[in-house]
Nanobody
Framework: VQLQACGGGLVQAGGSLGLSCAAS????????MNWYRQAPGKQREMVAS???????NYADSVKGRFTISRDDAKNTVYLQMNSLKPEDTGDYYC?????????????WGQGTQVTVSS
């Protein structure tokens, strides 16, 4: 099982970016899907999560600005980021619990860089 994230880039403050992360491989089910970020010199933090039932949760710092969604037919999770701020800069990682041939596992994508200029 692999997670492949894409969509990062450079944007001015107030702008928008969309991230996506697709899971591939022998997949029999996907549980919660999450987005984390790690700013330079800081610990990785969870930004948003979505359960298999569609329940979402957000870090206080992004509530009202970011939206997480998923398309189970495509094994993909999305993160729409609006009203971006310089403090949103960092490497964004997707994470998911995936049922594969060896049972449930916790998988991470490779990270995609988001830079918000002031």
């Amino acid at each position: 099982v692999q997670l492949q994230a894409c969509g990062g880039g450079l944007v001015q403050a107030g702008g928008s970016l969309g991230l996506s992360c697709a899971a591939s491989g022998s997949i029999f089910g996907i549980g919660a899907m999450n987005w984390y970020r790690q700013a330079p010199g800081k610990q990785r933090e969870m930004v948003a999560s979505i359960t298999s039932g569609g329940t979402t949760n957000y870090a206080d710092s992004v509530k009202g600005r970011f939206t997480i969604s998923r398309d189970d037919a495509k094994n993909t999770v999305y993160l729409q980021m609006n009203s971006l701020k310089p403090e949103d800069t960092g490497d964004y990682y997707c994470n998911a619990g995936v049922l594969g041939t060896t049972g449930w596992g916790n998988y991470w994508g490779q990270g995609t860089q988001v830079t918000v200029s002031s």
